[in-house]
C-alpha cells in the first residue's frame, strides 16, 4: 500500500519524490531532505504522513498541525493539478489557498504587466517571500495605476516557474521579528526541488472558450502553450544538482463591451463612427516567457556547499485605453482612425544564492550570500505624443526600472536539555546585512518631450490643446530619474521548546537598522497547548513592521487618469523630495508598524481527518499609501510652475496617511483516506477578512493652506482598502487516484466586491467557480491529463452603466472571478 501511495501522488516510475516531499525536515535556509518511508501495514497506514516546516520559528522544524501558528503547504503535485493558466505559481496559489489571492489587472499600465499577490486581505507589499528560507527581492515596478495593490512594491511570483518548485509553505501570521520588514499579513516560503535523480518533461496547451453575455460574442482566445524540463543529478553520496527550463507563450484575452462614446470628448461625425463598436481591449496581456532555475549540494567532508537559483525573462503587450480621433490625445493627420495604444513590458530577473553548513561546538552553523535584481523595462507601441505633431513617433521607450538586492546571512542553531522540561530548548541567533539599490532611467526623448505643436484654431477650440507625451505610457524625464540605496543590518534571537508534555512555547526578538530611517525592534511570543492527544490550542503575539521601499521612496511618472466628473486627464505622481514635492509639503516617508494577534484550534477528528480555526486581528500604523489624485486648482497652479509640472492637471504622492485594522478567521478541514482502491483526499478551506480604516492623516500644511478641506485619501483609495477586496473566500478541492485514472472536483467560492469612482458606485455579488481534472496514466510514467477551470462559464456581473466606462468594460477586473471564463486545457507528462 505504501508504494501505492507514492505512486499516486507522482505519476513517475521513481516514487523517491513523494517522501521527500511529504515527509521531509526542513533546515533554515536549506533544502529540504527526504529518505524512503518504512514499510508498513494496513489499509492506511501510509495516510498518517505529516508535512513539517520552520516556517513557524526559525529554530525548530514541526508538523503544521503541531505549530504554533498556522502554516499551509502545498506541494508540487498540488500546484500542478490547478491547471493554473500559463503555469503561473501565484494563480496556483490563489486557487488552492482562499487567504491567498492573485488578482487579473486590465487596461492598468505597469499592473498589466506585473501582477501583486494578497495574503489575508492585505497589501499586496505585506507579505515577505523566501526561497528556499532566504529573503527574495521584490519588483522594481509599484504599480501605481491600479485598484488592488494601488502604489504597492511587491514580489512578482511569475519570475519563478511552477515546474521548479517541490513546495510552497504559508505562514500565516505576522513575522517581522524572525523574517525582518515586510512580514505583516506573513511569510511565503518556496521551495526548490531537490531531488537527487530521475527527469521530467511535460506540455500543455489551453484557451479560454467564453460566453460574453454583454455583447453576445463566444469568444475562444488565450491560446496558452507550456513546456517544461528538469533533470537531477547525483553529487557524491550525499549531494545533488537539478535544474530545469520553462517556457510559455500565451495569447491576449478581450472582455471589452460596445462603446457608447464618453461624453467627456467632442461629438463628432469621425467620434460618434466608433459608437457600437468594441474599440477596447480588456483582460489579459500577450505574454512571452521562458526561465531557468538549479538547486544544488555538496558534502565536502565536514562542510556541506549548496546553491541555488532562477531567470526569468518576460515580455508582455498590453493595452491602454482607446483613442478617438478628434481628442487632443491624437493627432488625426497619424491616426485618422483613432488609436489603441499597446503597453510593452520587458522583465529580466534574476536570483542567485550560495552558502555553506557545518556543525562546530555543538552549534550548526549556516552562512549564505544571495545577489538578485529585477529590471523593468517599459515602453508603448501604436502611440504617439500628441504636442510633437505629425512628425511624433509611434513606438517609444517609455523608461527602465531596476532593482538589485545583496544578502548576508550568518546563523546558528542549538538545542539545550533543560532541567524538568519534557523537550530540548532550541535556540537559533542570527546575523543579517541587506544591501538595496533602486534606479530608473528616463525614457525616449519623445515619450516625455513637450512640443510646440499646435492644432488647427478651429480644431484646438473643439478638443483643447496638444496633450504631452506618449499615450499609454507616459516617459520619465530626466527629473524623474532616481538613484537611491539602503544599507539594513539586523540581528535576531529565536527559540522554542516542549515545555512540558502538553506546551510548547517559542519566543523571538529581532533588532534592525537602516541607513536611511533608524532602527527598530519587533518581538513574537507564540505557544501551542495540546488539551487531549487529538486537540490543540494555539495562540501568538507580535509586532512587526515595513520599511518604505526604495521604490516607492524614488517614484516618480506622468500619466493619465480621470477627473472627479469621468473625464481623462493628465497627472503626475512625485517622489516627496522632489520640487513639486517639497512645494506642497509631503513628509518623508516612514515605516508601516503592525501589532499581531492570532488564537486558533487544531484537532484530529479522526484517523485522516485534521481541522484548524484560526482567528486573526492585525493593526496597521502609518500604512504607506498613494495619496489621492489632487486637482484642486490652487494645487495645480502651484504644480505647474514648477519644473515638471508643465500640463499637469492631477497630482499625487506617497504618504503614511492611513492607520488600518484588519480582522477575521480562517479554517482548514482535510481528509485522506483508502476508497474503491485508491486513494481518495479532500480539502477544504475557507477565510473571512474585513479591512477597517482607523484614522487618516491630515494634509500637510503646505497642502491645507491652498486649500483647507483636502483630504489626502479620498473614496476611491478608502474603497481599495476597505470594500475592493472579497470579505470571504473558499474552496473544497477533491482528488481520487487509483493505479492509473485521477480524478479531481474543485468548488471555488468568492465573496461581493464594491467598486466606488467619486462618480459612481457598484457592488459586485458572490460568485462561485467549478474546476473539474482527470488524468490517466498511459505508461509509468507518462500520464495524460484533460481538465478545464470554471467550467460552467461563470462570468462576473456585469458593469453597470455608470460603472462602465461608457459600455468599454462590459466587466470590472477587480472581480476576483476573473473576466475571461472558462479555461479549458491538455497536459502530457513524462518522467524517468
Known amino acids: 500500500m505504501i508504494e501505492f501511495l507514492h505512486r499516486s501522488r507522482r505519476f513517475a516510475a521513481s516514487s523517491s519524490r513523494f517522501p521527500a516531499v511529504v515527509g521531509s525536515s526542513m533546515l533554515l535556509g536549506s533544502m529540504l531532505f527526504g529518505s524512503p518511508l518504512p514499510a508498513q501495514s494496513g489499509n492506511d497506514e501510509g495516510l498518517a504522513l505529516e508535512n513539517v516546516s520552520v516556517l513557524g520559528s526559525r529554530s525548530e522544524a514541526r508538523s503544521i498541525r503541531d505549530s504554533a501558528v498556522p502554516v499551509d503547504i502545498f506541494t508540487a503535485d498540488d500546484l500542478r493539478a490547478t491547471g493554473a493558466v500559463g503555469n503561473e505559481l501565484g494563480e496556483a496559489l490563489a486557487i488552492l489557498a482562499p487567504s491567498f489571492a492573485f488578482p487579473r489587472q486590465s487596461n492598468s499600465v505597469t499592473a498589466d504587466h506585473v501582477r501583486s499577490a494578497q495574503l489575508r486581505g492585505m497589501s499586496p507589499d505585506q507579505v515577505l517571500v523566501l526561497v528556499n528560507g532566504k529573503r527574495r527581492h521584490v519588483s522594481a515596478v509599484v504599480n501605481d495605476n491600479t485598484k488592488i495593490g494601488r502604489g504597492t512594491n511587491a514580489f512578482d511570483f511569475n519570475t519563478i516557474p511552477l515546474s521548479s518548485v517541490k513546495r510552497v509553505e504559508v505562514l500565516r501570521d505576522g513575522a517581522s521579528a524572525q523574517y525582518g520588514s515586510d512580514a505583516i499579513a506573513g511569510v511565503i516560503n518556496i521551495v526548490l526541488d531537490d531531488d537527487p535523480v530521475g527527469g521530467e518533461f511535460g506540455a500543455a496547451y489551453g484557451a479560454h472558450h467564453a460566453d460574453v453575455g454583454p455583447t453576445g460574442n463566444t469568444e475562444t482566445d488565450g491560446n496558452t502553450a507550456t513546456a517544461w524540463f528538469d533533470q537531477g543529478v547525483p553529487l557524491g553520496t550525499r549531494g545533488f544538482l537539478r535544474f530545469g527550463a520553462e517556457g510559455v507563450r500565451r495569447g491576449a484575452t478581450n472582455r471589452a463591451g460596445f462603446d457608447r462614446i464618453s461624453p467627456f470628448i467632442p461629438q463628432t461625425e469621425a467620434n460618434l463612427a466608433f459608437r457600437g463598436e468594441i474599440t477596447h481591449r480588456v483582460g489579459d496581456p500577450e505574454t512571452d516567457a521562458a526561465s531557468a532555475w538549479f538547486n544544488s549540494e555538496l558534502a565536502g567532508g565536514d562542510i556541506d556547499y549548496y546553491g541555488f537559483g532562477t531567470l526569468a525573462w518576460r515580455q508582455t503587450d498590453g493595452a491602454a485605453v482607446f483613442r478617438h480621433p478628434d481628442t487632443s490625445q491624437n493627432v488625426p493627420a497619424v491616426f485618422p482612425d483613432g488609436f489603441l495604444p499597446e503597453t510593452q513590458g520587458e522583465n529580466f530577473d534574476f536570483g542567485v544564492t550560495g552558502g555553506l553548513r557545518y556543525e562546530t561546538a555543538g552549534w550548526q552553523v549556516d552562512h549564505s550570500l544571495g545577489v538578485g535584481r529585477n529590471r523593468f523595462e517599459f515602453g508603448v507601441d501604436n502611440s504617439l505624443n500628441p504636442s510633437l505633431g505629425p512628425d511624433s513617433p509611434t513606438s517609444f521607450d517609455s523608461g527602465t526600472f531596476r532593482l538589485d538586492q545583496v544578502n548576508f546571512n550568518s546563523e546558528l542553531r542549538r538545542g539545550f536539555d533543560v532541567a524538568g522540561w519534557s523537550g530540548p530548548l532550541t535556540v537559533a541567533a542570527g546575523f543579517d546585512y541587506r544591501f538595496e539599490q533602486f534606479e530608473s532611467f528616463a525614457g525616449d526623448p519623445a515619450s516625455f518631450a513637450a512640443g510646440d505643436f499646435r492644432f488647427e484654431p478651429e480644431f484646438e477650440a473643439l478638443v483643447g490643446f496638444p496633450d504631452i507625451g506618449s499615450q499609454g505610457a507616459k516617459g520619465l524625464a530626466p527629473e524623474d530619474e532616481a538613484n537611491v540605496t539602503r544599507n539594513v543590518v539586523g540581528l535576531w534571537v529565536d527559540g522554542s521548546a516542549e515545555v512540558t508534555e502538553r506546551l510548547l512555547a517559542s519566543a523571538a526578538v529581532r533588532f534592525e537598522h537602516y541607513n536611511d530611517f533608524g532602527s527598530t525592534w519587533t518581538g513574537k511570543l507564540a505557544g501551542r497547548y495540546r488539551l487531549t ?261 461563470n462570468l462576473p456581473d456585469p458593469s453597470e452603466n455608470a460603472n462602465d466606462f461608457f459600455g468599454n468594460f462590459a466587466f470590472d477586473p477587480i472581480v476576483p472571478i476573473g473576466v475571461n471564463g472558462r479555461f479549458v486545457y491538455l497536459r502530457s507528462q513524462v518522467n524517468w
Open 533 to 793: 492527544d487529538r486537540w490543540s490550542l494555539r495562540a501568538s503575539a507580535s509586532n512587526s513592521f515595513r520599511a518604505p521601499s526604495l521604490s516607492q521612496i524614488g517614484w516618480s511618472r506622468r500619466d493619465n487618469t480621470f477627473s472627479a466628473e469621468g473625464a481623462r486627464i493628465s497627472s503626475r505622481l512625485v517622489a516627496v523630495d522632489s520640487a513639486i514635492g517639497r512645494a506642497l509639503g509631503f513628509p518623508e516617508l516612514d515605516e508601516e508598524t503592525s501589532v499581531n494577534f492570532t488564537l486558533g484550534a487544531t484537532a484530529e477528528l479522526a484517523r485522516g481527518l485534521n481541522f484548524s480555526l484560526d482567528a486573526f486581528h492585525i493593526s496597521v500604523d502609518d500604512r504607506i499609501t498613494l495619496s489621492e489624485n489632487i486637482t484642486d486648482p490652487a494645487v495645480i497652479d502651484v504644480v505647474q510652475s514648477l519644473p515638471g509640472g508643465q500640463g499637469v492637471q492631477a497630482v499625487s504622492a506617497f504618504t503614511n496617511a492611513v492607520d488600518t485594522e484588519t480582522y477575521g478567521a480562517e479554517a482548514v478541514l482535510d481528509y485522506t483516506s483508502v476508497v474503491a482502491g485508491g486513494v481518495w483526499t479532500t480539502r477544504a478551506a475557507y477565510a473571512y477578512v474585513k479591512n477597517r480604516i482607523d484614522d487618516l492623516a491630515t494634509p500637510p500644511a503646505a497642502l491645507a493652506a491652498l486649500n483647507p478641506s483636502l483630504s489626502l485619501v479620498g473614496i476611491e483609495e478608502e474603497n481599495t482598502i476597505e470594500t475592493a477586496v472579497p470579505r470571504d473566500q473558499g474552496v473544497l478541492n477533491s482528488t481520487w487516484q487509483g493505479e492509473r485514472l485521477r480524478l479531481l472536483g474543485r468548488a471555488r467560492y468568492f465573496g461581493a466586491v464594491e467598486r466606488v469612482f467619486t462618480f459612481a458606485e457598484q457592488r459586485f455579488g458572490a460568485e462561485w467557480s467549478f474546476d473539474a481534472e482527470v488524468g490517466y496514466r498511459v505508461l509509468p510514467s507518462w500520464e495524460l491529463t484533460a481538465g478545464a477551470n470554471n467550467v460552467f462559464d
